[in-house]
């Protein structure tokens, strides 16, 4: 094996690990790379609200209309738009090199998500968690201090209470005999005082934002586990975490997670608590019908640690260097590419309309997408009206049989629909939602080649055209990001 600095020197690394000036940077410049948009939640759960809480127009989705979210991570952006607007272990090195190369941390993490502050906040935590400690080495962590950044993380995410309560569980069922009862109490007493002040905090930031006193996780399970309409949103396989969002966020480097783990079991040297704590984590976050890979980012500073021992064990002089260029490739080069390509499409279009509106020559916009394939307000910043096709659940599983899903509807029916969305007749329009013609649509080139004749015979023409991506994983976001103009209007 080879050390920290080791592994430094043979990685071709002055000195020796890398300082948090330097990781500082490499994540501002990482964050300046992103110029892509994958997850709509990433502007529309945060950069979206926050636009309209500190300048006063944006869109709220239906979530925020009935408090199923809470108004924490938001409130973040809105006092960065509020300033603007005023303005005008022994492996550091190895840990912390898992960390900058993982295309996770690159192009996941990075992006405003509420599950990126929950992943800073949960990564704070576990570094000051009081972990157990093989070889009978002296105990480190304050657990106040790591209760604090837990309560953060699920005041931001209140699902992050899962995690916390394995965590919680773990370390009382560990407790030496000796004195076990009143250690038991002294902890749970501690998180007891800080739960109940995250929670006083939760409840008063939400009030702030909705101006009225609501608690948004109740609202939460009643839809997503008392209604059971999770699944609107797609249904999940039971082992979907392990097989797919597993692999997802760790890829090639997650075979040396598992060997980390084993290796941890094995040599006693490295204790295994928080895999027991991922493991058990992911377990309960699996027993809601609906999951995505991106649930599972508060758990990637394990997989780190883990791959950090596995790569210290198997390293020498000869292998470092190849262990590092193979992580750099399977990682570095997918984060380019999610970063600086793939759907990129639906970011320039909106800085093009931005020009546009700006200038004078876009009045309104219409999405003939489906919902939230775009950012909105936040990224257009001119209050013009805009609209998209409405895709928002029903509220209970009563009413899922006669619920009307628009973007559905227009997908299915595509040359129906716009007939009757721009009809002057109540009889023709029927259920869906009449609306006047806008001075541009945004749509995807697959439906475009759909609906040519009847873009032409509304008085539409095509404007302008954007790469999206090389492949795309929903049949309903295929080709180019294309505008359409309508005769009449200034050109764009």
């Excluded at 500073?301 to 399977?330: D, H």
Aim: proline share 6%.
């Amino acid at each position: 094996m080879i050390g920290a600095r080791g592994c430094a020197r043979w990685l071709g690394w002055p000195g020796q690990a890398p300082s948090f000036a330097l990781l500082l940077g490499l994540r501002l410049a990482n964050a300046l790379l992103v110029q892509t948009f994958i997850h709509p939640d990433e502007t529309w759960q945060s950069l979206e609200v926050g636009h309209r809480l500190a300048f006063g127009y944006g869109f709220v989705t239906w979530e925020w209309r009935h408090a199923l979210r809470g108004f924490a991570h938001p409130l973040l952006f809105a006092g960065v738009y509020r300033a603007l607007r005023v303005l005008g272990l022994d492996d550091t090195f190895l840990i912390l090199f898992c960390s900058a190369v993982s295309w996770s941390m690159s192009s996941g993490v990075m992006r405003p998500l509420v599950n990126s502050a929950e992943t800073a906040f949960t990564a704070a935590a576990f570094a000051h968690w009081p972990w157990s400690q093989p070889q009978a080495r002296a105990r480190s962590g304050s657990l106040p201090l790591a209760l604090v950044f837990a309560a953060l993380a699920c005041i931001i995410r209140p699902t992050s209470g899962a995690l916390w309560l394995v965590a919680g569980l773990v370390l009382l069922v560990r407790q030496p005999r000796p004195r076990r009862i009143s250690r038991i109490i002294r902890i749970v007493s501690t998180a007891a005082v800080i739960g109940a002040a995250a929670l006083a905090a939760m409840l008063a930031i939400d009030y702030v934002g909705y101006q009225r006193w609501v608690f948004p996780p109740y609202q939460f399970y009643l839809f997503n586990v008392h209604e059971g309409l999770a699944t609107w949103f797609g249904e999940s396989p039971p082992l979907y975490h392990l097989y797919v969002s597993l692999p997802i966020l760790f890829t090639s480097m997650l075979p040396f997670v598992i060997h980390g783990v084993y290796t941890a079991f094995c040599t006693h040297r490295v204790t295994c608590e928080p895999a027991v704590v991922a493991l058990g984590a992911s377990v309960l976050f699996s027993l809601v019908g609906h999951m995505e890979y991106r649930f599972l980012y508060p758990l990637l500073p394990i997989g780190f640690v883990y791959a950090a021992v596995s790569i210290n064990a198997l390293a020498t002089q000869k292998t470092a260097r190849r262990i590092a260029l193979l992580l750099l490739l399977t990682n570095i080069v997918p984060a380019l590419y999610l970063n600086l390509v793939h759907q990129r499409g639906v970011v320039d279009v909106m800085k093009h309309l931005r020009q546009g509106a700006r200038a004078g020559d876009v009045s309104d916009i219409g999405f003939l997408m489906p919902c939230h394939s775009t950012p909105f307000y936040s990224h257009l910043h001119v209050n013009i009206p805009m609209w998209f096709l409405s895709c928002e659940p029903p509220l209970t599983q009563a009413a899922l049989d006669s619920h009307y899903w628009e973007a559905d509807d227009f997908e299915q029916h595509p040359a129906e629909f716009l007939g009757a969305l721009f009809s002057e007749s109540a009889e023709e329009a029927s259920m869906r939602v009449r609306r006047s013609k806008p001075s541009h649509l945004v749509l995807y080139a697959g439906m475009a080649q759909r609906i040519q004749n009847v873009l032409g015979d509304l008085g539409y023409h095509e404007s302008a055209r954007f790469f999206n991506t090389h492949f795309a994983g929903d049949s309903r976001r295929q080709g180019d990001v294309l505008v359409y103009r309508l005769s009449g209007t200034q050109s764009s």
